[in-house]
């Protein structure tokens, strides 16, 4: 699990400039009377990521989290069926956002991944499940008028459209 942690950290960080190099053939600053450049969110959300990715690397060498003094293997067979089992969910929900959309798929993912998965508290789990997806869409539908699919769920966000648009 030590290699895991580093290994995993490295990959992410080299992404996390690949992604900022690349959002930033768009405009990441501020543009008069449109607002943040279609960079921007990339770019900065990208800058976190490799933040994120050094402090796990600071950590990895200060050997601070169990992790990075584990003598274990590279994966257990515990941790092989865990990550076959997220993928399998996140395949199925990928796969469910064509029929019951974004707002649907989400929440069924988090209450598998955090229920059942994590045993976090059914209202934890709850709360974080319908949390998620009213945020997503005030956040893309509303505030950055960007349109996410919702499958044959699309009806039942008509009146929404009609109160804030």
């Not at 969110?41 to 690397?57: D, Q, T």
């Amino acid at each position: 699990m030590r290699r895991a942690e580093l290994l995993m950290a490295i990959a992410l960080a080299i992404f996390s400039v690949y992604l900022m190099w690349k959002s930033a053939e768009l405009p990441i600053g501020w543009i008069p009377d449109e607002g943040p450049g279609g960079g921007a969110f990339p770019f900065w959300l990208s800058a976190a990521m490799l933040v994120c990715s050094v402090w796990v690397i600071v950590r990895w060498f200060r050997q601070i989290t169990p992790q990075s003094r584990s003598s274990e293997p590279f994966f257990d067979s515990r941790a092989q069926a865990m990550i076959l089992l997220v993928v399998g969910a996140l395949t199925l929900m990928v796969g469910s956002i064509h029929f019951i959309g974004v707002y649907g798929a989400v929440p069924l993912f988090f209450v598998f991944y955090m229920r059942f998965l994590g045993q976090h508290s059914w209202a934890k789990t709850l709360t974080i499940a319908i949390a998620a997806p009213v945020v997503t869409f005030f956040f893309f539908e509303i505030l950055l008028h960007i349109t996410l699919p919702k499958g044959y769920t699309e009806p039942l966000f008509y009146p929404l459209y009609d109160i804030f648009m």
